[in-house]
């Protein structure tokens, strides 16, 4: 059984990419307003791990790269839609 994060992370993904780049500014702007709340360093740190973390996929082949004139293309053309 999903959770609610994944039903909610489900249908995210389900939005065309404008709307879910606009979701994802909204949700990060939102962090570090309260206590409870990673501060500046404690993000930059978990953005670094995941950086690395997708770093090695990529040396170990779980995951290919896409070159810079294909990954320009499709910014455009997702910027167009």
Do not use: C, Y
Not at 1 to 20: C, G, Q, S, V
Not at 31 to 51: M, N, Q, R, V, Y
Not at 55 to 67: A, D, I, N, W, Y
């Amino acid at each position: 059984m999903n959770t609610h994060f994944e039903e909610i992370a489900a249908d995210a993904m389900k939005l065309p990419i404008r709307d879910r780049v606009r979701l994802a500014q909204q949700l990060v702007s939102t962090l570090g307003e309260d206590d409870e709340t990673a501060t500046i360093a404690e993000l930059e740190t978990l953005w670094f791990a995941e950086a690395q973390r997708r770093l090695e996929e990529f040396h170990s082949r779980k995951t290919s790269g896409v070159g810079a004139e294909d990954a320009f293309r499709n910014a455009r053309e997702a910027l167009k839609r």
